[in-house]
Protein backbone atom coordinates (compact mmCIF):
# COMPACT_ATOMS: atom_id res chain seq x y z
CA UNK A 1 0.00 0.00 0.00
CA UNK A 2 1.37 3.28 -0.81
CA UNK A 3 1.20 6.07 0.94
CA UNK A 4 2.22 9.83 1.24
CA UNK A 5 2.95 11.83 4.29
CA UNK A 6 1.80 14.99 4.97
CA UNK A 7 3.30 16.77 8.51
CA UNK A 8 2.37 20.10 9.51
CA UNK A 9 4.57 22.61 11.35
CA UNK A 10 3.15 24.59 14.32
CA UNK A 11 4.43 27.47 16.70
CA UNK A 12 2.40 28.30 19.35
CA UNK A 13 1.00 31.89 18.83
CA UNK A 14 -1.55 32.89 21.91
CA UNK A 15 -1.57 32.79 25.08
CA UNK A 16 -4.83 31.70 25.49
CA UNK A 17 -4.82 27.67 25.82
CA UNK A 18 -1.08 27.72 24.95
CA UNK A 19 -0.27 25.08 27.14
CA UNK A 20 -2.85 22.79 25.57
CA UNK A 21 -2.34 20.43 22.40
CA UNK A 22 -3.01 17.49 20.67
CA UNK A 23 -1.34 14.32 19.44
CA UNK A 24 -4.48 13.61 16.57
CA UNK A 25 -3.71 11.37 13.54
CA UNK A 26 -6.07 11.60 10.57
CA UNK A 27 -5.70 8.95 8.23
CA UNK A 28 -7.51 8.96 4.50
CA UNK A 29 -9.15 5.74 3.34
CA UNK A 30 -9.71 6.41 -0.10
CA UNK A 31 -6.90 6.84 -3.23
CA UNK A 32 -4.12 8.11 -2.55
CA UNK A 33 -4.15 7.51 1.15
CA UNK A 34 -3.23 10.27 2.92
CA UNK A 35 -1.54 10.39 6.54
CA UNK A 36 -2.08 14.36 8.23
CA UNK A 37 -0.46 14.33 11.72
CA UNK A 38 -1.38 16.86 12.73
CA UNK A 39 -0.66 18.23 16.59
CA UNK A 40 -2.85 21.24 17.32
CA UNK A 41 -0.77 23.49 19.43
CA UNK A 42 -4.13 24.74 22.04
CA UNK A 43 -7.60 23.46 22.60
CA UNK A 44 -10.44 24.99 24.50
CA UNK A 45 -13.29 23.51 26.13
CA UNK A 46 -16.99 23.92 28.02
CA UNK A 47 -19.20 21.94 29.08
CA UNK A 48 -22.67 22.36 30.98
CA UNK A 49 -22.70 18.35 32.35
CA UNK A 50 -21.33 15.24 30.44
CA UNK A 51 -24.14 15.54 27.34
CA UNK A 52 -22.94 19.02 26.69
CA UNK A 53 -19.04 18.85 26.11
CA UNK A 54 -17.92 20.74 23.48
CA UNK A 55 -13.72 21.51 22.52
CA UNK A 56 -12.33 23.15 19.81
CA UNK A 57 -8.32 22.68 18.55
CA UNK A 58 -7.05 24.98 16.77
CA UNK A 59 -3.96 26.05 15.52
CA UNK A 60 -2.88 30.10 14.59
CA UNK A 61 -4.23 32.34 16.37
CA UNK A 62 -7.55 32.10 18.43
CA UNK A 63 -9.41 34.44 16.31
CA UNK A 64 -8.04 33.08 12.83
CA UNK A 65 -7.01 29.57 12.91
CA UNK A 66 -5.39 28.27 10.27
CA UNK A 67 -7.08 24.68 11.17
CA UNK A 68 -9.64 23.65 13.95
CA UNK A 69 -11.45 20.59 15.32
CA UNK A 70 -14.84 20.47 17.32
CA UNK A 71 -15.33 17.39 19.26
CA UNK A 72 -19.11 17.14 20.71
CA UNK A 73 -20.43 15.13 23.27
CA UNK A 74 -23.72 13.20 21.84
CA UNK A 75 -25.36 11.81 25.16
CA UNK A 76 -24.77 11.32 28.10
CA UNK A 77 -22.90 7.69 29.01
CA UNK A 78 -24.80 4.69 30.04
CA UNK A 79 -23.26 1.14 31.20
CA UNK A 80 -23.20 -1.24 28.42
CA UNK A 81 -23.84 0.75 25.72
CA UNK A 82 -20.65 2.28 25.22
CA UNK A 83 -17.03 1.14 24.59
CA UNK A 84 -14.72 0.27 27.22
CA UNK A 85 -16.50 2.28 30.23
CA UNK A 86 -19.38 4.33 31.43
CA UNK A 87 -17.46 7.39 31.04
CA UNK A 88 -16.91 6.72 27.06
CA UNK A 89 -19.17 8.30 25.62
CA UNK A 90 -20.44 9.11 21.59
CA UNK A 91 -19.42 12.16 19.92
CA UNK A 92 -19.23 14.37 16.67
CA UNK A 93 -16.20 16.01 14.89
CA UNK A 94 -15.64 19.06 12.26
CA UNK A 95 -12.10 18.88 11.36
CA UNK A 96 -12.06 22.46 9.47
CA UNK A 97 -8.97 23.22 7.29
CA UNK A 98 -7.95 26.82 5.35
CA UNK A 99 -5.97 26.37 2.57
CA UNK A 100 -3.86 28.38 0.03
CA UNK A 101 -1.22 30.73 0.72
CA UNK A 102 -3.64 33.58 1.86
CA UNK A 103 -6.05 31.04 3.59
CA UNK A 104 -8.67 32.61 1.92
CA UNK A 105 -9.84 29.07 0.71
CA UNK A 106 -11.89 26.37 3.69
CA UNK A 107 -13.09 22.65 3.99
CA UNK A 108 -15.18 21.15 6.53
CA UNK A 109 -15.27 17.15 7.06
CA UNK A 110 -17.59 15.88 9.11
CA UNK A 111 -18.10 12.57 11.12
CA UNK A 112 -18.60 10.86 14.53
CA UNK A 113 -16.45 8.25 16.48
CA UNK A 114 -16.12 8.08 20.62
CA UNK A 115 -14.30 10.34 23.05
CA UNK A 116 -13.00 8.82 26.42
CA UNK A 117 -12.13 11.97 29.38
CA UNK A 118 -9.19 11.20 31.31
CA UNK A 119 -9.98 13.90 33.84
CA UNK A 120 -13.06 15.78 35.18
CA UNK A 121 -14.82 17.81 33.64
CA UNK A 122 -14.65 21.21 34.87
CA UNK A 123 -11.13 21.01 35.93
CA UNK A 124 -8.38 23.76 34.30
CA UNK A 125 -7.29 21.00 31.69
CA UNK A 126 -9.41 18.15 30.26
CA UNK A 127 -7.02 15.38 29.06
CA UNK A 128 -9.05 12.72 26.69
CA UNK A 129 -8.83 10.45 24.20
CA UNK A 130 -10.80 9.96 20.82
CA UNK A 131 -10.90 7.19 18.23
CA UNK A 132 -12.76 5.42 15.56
CA UNK A 133 -13.41 8.50 14.50
CA UNK A 134 -14.85 8.13 10.81
CA UNK A 135 -14.31 11.56 8.55
CA UNK A 136 -16.09 13.17 5.66
CA UNK A 137 -15.87 16.11 3.30
CA UNK A 138 -19.06 18.38 3.52
CA UNK A 139 -18.40 21.64 2.45
CA UNK A 140 -15.44 22.98 0.23
CA UNK A 141 -14.32 26.19 -0.77
CA UNK A 142 -13.41 26.49 -4.76
CA UNK A 143 -9.66 26.97 -5.46
CA UNK A 144 -8.92 24.46 -2.15
CA UNK A 145 -7.37 21.30 -3.24
CA UNK A 146 -9.10 18.25 -1.24
CA UNK A 147 -6.62 16.05 1.32
CA UNK A 148 -9.02 13.43 1.46
CA UNK A 149 -12.90 12.76 0.91
CA UNK A 150 -12.87 9.63 3.68
CA UNK A 151 -10.70 9.00 6.54
CA UNK A 152 -10.54 8.13 10.33
CA UNK A 153 -9.26 10.50 13.09
CA UNK A 154 -7.56 9.07 16.80
CA UNK A 155 -5.73 10.66 19.23
CA UNK A 156 -5.35 12.47 22.43
CA UNK A 157 -5.43 15.87 23.55
CA UNK A 158 -5.46 18.55 26.31
CA UNK A 159 -8.01 21.68 26.52
CA UNK A 160 -8.13 24.07 28.96
CA UNK A 161 -11.52 25.20 30.60
CA UNK A 162 -13.05 28.65 28.92
CA UNK A 163 -16.26 28.84 28.49
CA UNK A 164 -15.98 32.78 27.78
CA UNK A 165 -13.19 32.06 25.21
CA UNK A 166 -14.85 29.16 23.79
CA UNK A 167 -17.99 30.76 23.03
CA UNK A 168 -16.20 33.80 21.31
CA UNK A 169 -13.93 31.31 19.29
CA UNK A 170 -16.86 29.17 18.26
CA UNK A 171 -18.91 32.14 17.27
CA UNK A 172 -15.74 34.03 15.40
CA UNK A 173 -15.56 30.19 13.69
CA UNK A 174 -18.56 30.00 12.37
CA UNK A 175 -18.88 33.35 10.67
CA UNK A 176 -15.42 33.16 9.17
CA UNK A 177 -16.48 29.25 7.57
CA UNK A 178 -20.17 30.66 5.99
CA UNK A 179 -18.06 34.04 4.87
CA UNK A 180 -16.24 31.82 3.07
CA UNK A 181 -18.41 29.30 1.57
CA UNK A 182 -21.29 31.63 1.21
CA UNK A 183 -23.96 30.39 3.82
CA UNK A 184 -23.82 29.80 7.64
CA UNK A 185 -22.55 25.91 7.37
CA UNK A 186 -23.75 24.19 10.74
CA UNK A 187 -20.36 24.62 13.20
CA UNK A 188 -21.82 24.30 16.96
CA UNK A 189 -21.84 27.64 18.71
CA UNK A 190 -23.68 26.67 21.99
CA UNK A 191 -24.79 23.91 23.49
CA UNK A 192 -27.58 22.87 21.02
Known amino acids: MNRTVVSI ?13 SKITILGVSSPNIIIKSGFESGLYRFSDMNN ?9 LTKPDQALVIHTQWIPANAST ?3 SEATNATFRYINFGGDDKKNVAMYRGAGYLYPNSTLGQDRLNASVWQASLRITYSSKGLEEHFDQAQLHGNFTAEYDPGAMNQAMS ?17 TDNQ
Open 9 to 21: MMIPTLLVGCNAG
Open 53 to 61: LTVMLYDGK
Open 83 to 85: PIT
Open 172 to 188: QLRRRVGQMLGGPPYVR
